[in-house]
């Protein structure tokens, strides 16, 4: 079983930055695939960002490429995710996910364990 805790969510204006992290407990946890997620007021969650085991491989959404970084220290069982140039569409409570599977997940069905979420809001 695997436990993940986001922090790192605030109020910040538009055009500027977070950094989410996401604490794994775990001995496990240098071996699973890692990615992050939203879900804003009435959408369905929706993927940003996935990185392999390895980080020799990460993956974005068209809508955060360029913007958002996904990265990790397995050393620490801790994954990141930046988050620059923000816009107030980027509202949302973010999640990060864990997947046991450690290569490259994209759907929400791929991933086994998910945290409890980080209210990141954008102001204009």
């Known amino acids: 079983q695997v436990q993940l805790v986001e922090s790192g969510g605030g109020l910040v204006q538009a055009g500027g930055s977070l950094r989410l992290s996401c604490a794994a407990s775990g001995r496990t946890f240098s071996s699973y695939a890692m990615g992050w997620f939203r879900q804003a007021p009435g959408k369905e969650r929706e993927f940003l960002a996935a990185?392999?085991?390895?980080?020799?491989?990460?993956a974005y959404a068209d809508s955060v490429k360029g913007r958002f970084t996904i990265s990790r220290d397995n050393a620490k069982n801790t994954a990141f995710l930046q988050m620059n140039s923000l816009k107030p569409e980027d509202t949302a409570v973010y999640y990060c996910?864990?997947?046991?599977?450690?290569?490259?997940?994209?759907?929400?069905?791929?991933?086994?364990?998910w945290g409890q979420g980080t209210q990141v809001t954008v102001s204009s």
């Open positions: 990185i392999n085991w390895s980080s020799s491989n990460t």
């Open positions: 996910a864990a997947s046991r599977i450690g290569w490259l997940r994209l759907r929400v069905d791929e991933y086994d364990y």
